[in-house]
């Protein structure tokens, strides 16, 4: 399993996540079912999760997509850069989301 975000990366705090194309999704009473439609692979997402995707409906930034969690949650900062590195990290392994330098 790939750890690309990490609490510790700054570097990567700037480059653009994107949707994968390959990944379809629907949204039913706040919560997403994603479909990778070349790995067949089902993914199911909470509220928060769902807020993360339909940010990233548009390329975003690992510090955007933060920032977004952090007004609509109450959250600790800490708490939410190591879910969101974890996040994003689960969604990257399983080809959900891609990565690419601003």
């Given at each position: 399993m790939?750890?690309?975000?990490?609490?510790t990366a700054a570097e990567r705090q700037h480059q653009l996540i994107r949707r994968a194309k390959e990944a379809i999704s629907t949204e039913?009473?706040?919560?997403?079912?994603?479909?990778?439609i070349g790995t067949g692979i089902y993914s199911g997402l909470d509220r928060v999760g769902t807020t993360i995707w339909n940010?990233?409906?548009?390329p975003a930034s690992f510090l955007s997509l933060k920032q977004k969690?952090?007004?609509e949650y109450e959250v600790p900062e800490q708490q939410?850069?190591?879910?969101l590195?974890?996040?994003?990290?689960d969604l990257l392994n399983n080809q959900?989301?891609?990565v690419k330098d601003e």
């Open positions: 790939q750890t690309y975000f990490s609490d039913l009473d706040g919560e997403t079912v994603i479909l990778h940010g990233l409906e548009q969690i952090l007004e939410c850069l190591t879910d590195c974890s996040f994003l990290n959900l989301i891609v």
